[in-house]
């Protein structure tokens, strides 16, 4: 079997200097991957959630918040940005540009590359539950706090080129009820009819 991880070929900084909703629809269909000792793994982004702070109240970084955690949202856009929520590290991409600290979540993942290393990982079987949740496709991936403030544009974490999606879908965000009027946003965005999406909801936009 040939491969396909010699092709995988970081995308460039330029890519990440677009406004977050923008940023966040154009991440859909773009290859995520992750190289560690163990092996490379590597998935389709499938969802993604966009968070403009200081005046998103759902955003970590909601009037201008800096702290330790946030301290890389302040940075240029194109970096990781990982956290702990419960006992999962969740993974963002910083965008915005520098102080102006935005970030878009990515939520789920198609599995396409180490799918058995995944496996492993999350000691399951069912392909359709590995990643399709942001604690789980980190975990999948092997996506850690070792990897906040990395620049997306090199190994052992970056994103590649994958497929354009054929539609679009977005929604409101979830798991945000405590942000006021800020969780009525339709700032979540999915490949429509995906099975890998985290959630599924009635969409209440859908772009072509």
Not at 50 to 57: E, K, L, M
Not at 99 to 114: D, F, I, M, S, T
Request: contains cysteine.
């Amino acid at each position: 079997m040939e491969d396909i991880s010699k092709n995988f070929i970081p995308l460039p900084a330029l890519f990440y200097e677009q406004p977050t909703i923008t940023l966040a629809k154009a991440l859909l269909g773009c290859l995520l991957v992750k190289e560690t000792n163990e092996g490379i793994t590597a998935g389709y982004i499938v969802e993604t959630e966009a968070y403009i702070g200081p005046d998103d109240r759902a955003a970590h970084s909601y009037n201008n918040k800096r702290t330790a955690r946030t301290e890389v949202m302040f940075h240029r856009s194109g970096i990781a940005y990982t956290y702990l929520m419960h006992t999962h590290c969740l993974f963002n991409v910083v965008s915005g540009g520098e102080e102006k600290p935005e970030a878009v979540l990515v939520r789920a993942l198609e599995p396409l590359y180490g799918i058995e290393l995944m496996k492993i990982r999350r000691g399951m079987d069912d392909l359709t539950g590995l990643t399709n949740g942001p604690g789980k496709l980190t975990k999948s991936l092997g996506i850690t706090m070792e990897d906040y403030g990395h620049p997306l544009t090199i190994p052992p974490l970056y994103l590649t080129k994958g497929y354009s999606p054929e539609s679009i879908s977005a929604g409101k965000r979830i798991g945000i009820d405590n942000s006021g009027e800020a969780r009525d946003y339709p700032w979540r965005f999915w490949v429509t009819n995906n099975k890998f999406v985290s959630r599924h909801q009635k969409a209440e936009h859908v772009f072509y």
